[in-house]
DNA sequence: GTGAAAGCGCTAACAA
DNA sequence: TTGTTAGCGCTTTCAC
């Protein structure tokens, strides 16, 4: 800056000034600014810049997700880096792996970069490190997953309305033992998706059966590897609702080396990519990640803002999209 | 750090020294800054480090893709994540849609930022940055597509060799009117795939057809509009080489809309979310984002390094995957 | 409308 | 082994 300033024969304050597009600068200084920027290729230092800028901010916020590479977290990233972007945010993306304390590694590493703000997915109810946002009142949102602590902004799907929904539809088709193959219960939005699916059971008055109620799924092997155990079981299920969407496929796989997809009802939770083209199609429950994205990142950048709401809990609908592996009648036991 | 100082009674540089595990120091001296660094809960700020620090380094590095949101895309990410946060980097993600512009812009972000360096997906031949980070001496590493320039680092796909593969398995299977259906012929990736796939027609003394050659194809509608088209047209194909993952999808979706998944065969480049639960599985020739993303992260830390070696261009080698719709013979005209 | 000086939180260089 | 001082590139404050 300080080159820029002596080639254009001004001072360094108002080369930042122009960069920074601040007022009370002639037209005719700026122009000769520009052109010095452009002759030495100049790019403003914004870290440096934050460093004394009154507010603090580095134009950078941190977004945690299970992990980048699943469909549901990136499209929810993408949506959160194009509101980002369209604000000249830059986004730090972080995977934990429903991992508590990569949570807590990752959030840290966002605090050492002086993020502005948070998008949070938490694998913990409690998370150790929120105490220490709140003393420094960053502003964060949780999306997908949020903790049990009372007081914090999230957007998450309608977990236990969907799966009630899920259930009842096998319930509708006849289905009297629906299997449910669900993730680790100490994450809230698998023990809202098993309280969604017993809600529908009770509604119906069906009784619980526990022999067919998979927990502590944490991929697809593991949950192809338990639904192949039940269905050779002595009385297995007739249906099955999948309660995520790598425990979905796991599923599908299964119930086809079973050679059971035809006669084997199935409703996952979270649409999957292709669901429509399989054979029969994958009956859902759709979230919808890109707009919680969305709605995630407004909120973030709201709270940047001077908005001093209460927190804000937001619950994305989702919907029941039957594509006919939903809609399979249970067939007579043989 | 001043405050940690204080409550510990030593100078602000020893308490450098302990966070930053530099030696001279007490062990007892230690103990009081971290007891202090935790009474505090104190977080370094590592933004403010860089600007002293005798590297520069800001411990941040910018990772510029299609979209996130692409599998493909998102493989690669998690990969380079994965190797960045070992070492204590942290990931800056931006897509940019195949639009040099966009590219540009989010490399200007990059810059700003002051990343350590960069691992760029490119929609351009010659990208307009380039000679701003040559001068800056800014580390890059291209993945996946490469700018025409010579001098660059790179780690890609066997495009060329792997649609030649994919090309040759039709034609081994007695196809002989084959179409293309690949993406804008300006992006890299798009010109070597059809390389391979006119390399493999005239390895076979197979004329090309131009009207089987569909390019500028950007989504799954559009290679399922295009598909659509060339299934009703007076000579269609018998087979069907996809070039990207997207497109095979809108291939399939048009197969199966015309009746034809069964009787018309299809490879596709790239592999596919559930390509082997489809009916008939989908033969692909599979790339490994995830082997390209860690080799590039690698690379990248390796000229971080003290790396002075030329420019190295990695080939990572693609995979036929038959599955089915890749060995249906070609059905008899009727 | 413009510039000089101070200082953001840290690390380098050097002194004690 | 430890502390002091200067200065990284910028923005703030305030004087002109």
Redesign the interface.
Known sequence: MKHVAALAGVGVKTVSRVINDEPNVTEATAERVWNAVREL?Y??????G??RRADGR?R?LGLLVG???N?FA??I??AV?DIA?AR?V??????MDDDAGRESEAV???????VDGLILTTASDHPEYLP?LR?RGLPVVYVDREPVEPEVDSVASDNRVGAAVATAHLLAHGHRRIALLTDRLDLITARERRQGYLDALAEAGVPVAEELIVTGLRDAEGAQAALARLLISDSPPTAVFSAQNLIT?GA??AL?AAGLSRSTALVGFDD????D???PGVTVVAQDPQRMGTLAAERLFALLGDDDDAPTKTVVPVALIPRGSGEIAPQPTS
Chains 1, 2 share one sequence.
Request: no cysteine; proline share 2%; net charge negative.
């Open positions: 290729d790019q403003l230092d914004l870290q440096a934050s460093l580095t950078t992990s980048v590479d469909p990136s499209a990233h993408r880096e972007s000249g830059a986004v730090f993306a972080s995977s840290r590493a966002f605090l050492q970069r002086r220490l003393e496929i599908v796989h086809r999957v990519a292709l669901a083209l399989m054979d």
